[in-house]
């Protein structure tokens, strides 16, 4: 059985024109579905506007989606009642793209990473406080600045922070919500190396939610492409990459930057009119489906 398996999810919004206008509805996600199994790391890519984050954020219901199913080791999610959900979330977490606004610039970072453990009221005062500086050492930061506040860090600090706090609860889910898109370049690897390796030592599992192709193809074991709220293309990030069948996956590959700029290459741009929309996915390889 899959750890998380998620089922015909949608999420609408209702949009109007003005105070008179018409009420026209966003498809920010329309029909997604996929299953991780326990110690994958699942990429969930395509643009910005996509649906990707709003799909990351459904299954944890931080959003509530409009219909659909989401199973975490055969639990139903969306019927769970608010007690329930909470005690569910210790073992499914997320890790937000922005170290800047997640962070309370008002708490001091020892606070932050702590506030998991006192919200599920777990350990006396000194047992928190003895597992913050020990989160604090496993992401590879001194536990002698937790009573720093946030500004005091550099961004791919920030992210670390972010990640210890996420890891309060030992969840065996993290969603990585583009966890290094707002980083410095120098700085992605460590941060990517840093949850490669705590994902071995912790046994964790990865919805990993990107639109960096390099290092979804460098992390991800299997992948799946987004493109206006549908999925349009799954399958193992090998076979996706090396065969890719959807004309968006194609002009996605092909805007991937090269190391050499005079090697030759072409950029495919895409029309969205080659292409039926609403195409279910179906097998075209064993372990590879694409809406064409």
């Known amino acids: 059985m899959a750890l998380l398996d998620v089922r015909h999810l949608v999420k609408h919004y209702s949009r109007r024109r003005g105070i008179f206008g018409a009420t026209s509805i966003v498809r920010a996600v329309d029909d997604v579905s996929f299953a991780i199994e326990e110690g994958e790391t ?3 890519v395509g643009e910005s506007g996509s649906g990707k984050t709003t799909t990351g954020r459904c299954i944890l219901r931080l959003i509530e989606p409009t219909s659909g199913d989401v199973r975490f080791r055969g ?8 007690g329930d959900l909470r005690r569910l979330r210790r073992d499914m977490q997320i890790v937000f793209q922005d170290p800047y606004s997640s962070l309370n610039p008002r708490m001091r970072v020892a606070t932050i990473v702590e506030e998991p453990l006192v919200i599920h009221g777990l350990g006396s005062k000194v047992e928190r406080r003895g597992r913050v500086r020990e989160l604090f050492e496993l992401v590879g ?3 002698d600045h937790l009573s720093r506040y946030p500004h ?7 992210q670390r922070i972010g990640l210890a706090r996420a890891l309060a609860l030992n969840p065996s889910l993290v969603i990585a919500d583009e ?7 120098s700085v992605q690897a460590q941060v990517i ?12 599992t990865y919805l990993f939610i990107a639109h960096d192709l390099r290092l979804v193809e460098h992390i991800c074991s299997r992948v ?3 493109y206006l709220g549908k999925i349009v293309e799954m399958g193992e990030t090998a076979k996706l990459f090396a065969s890719p069948q959807h004309p968006y996956t194609r002009a996605l590959l092909s805007a991937i930057p090269v190391p050499d700029p005079d090697a030759p290459r072409q950029r495919i741009v895409l029309d969205p ?5 609403d195409a279910p996915l179906r097998a075209v390889a064993d372990g590879h489906w694409a809406a064409t």
């Open 152 to 158: 005091e860090f550099s961004g791919g600090q920030r």
């Open 193 to 204: 190396n840093l949850l490669m390796d705590l994902q071995q030592r912790l046994k964790l």
């Open 224 to 226: 799946a492409v987004m």
């Open 179 to 185: 966890p290094v898109s707002a980083l410095d370049v």
């Open 273 to 277: 009119a080659s292409f039926n929309h």
């Open 42 to 44: 699942f990429g969930l």
């Open 75 to 82: 639990q139903d999610v969306l019927a769970l009642s608010r």
């Open 141 to 143: 930061l001194n536990p």
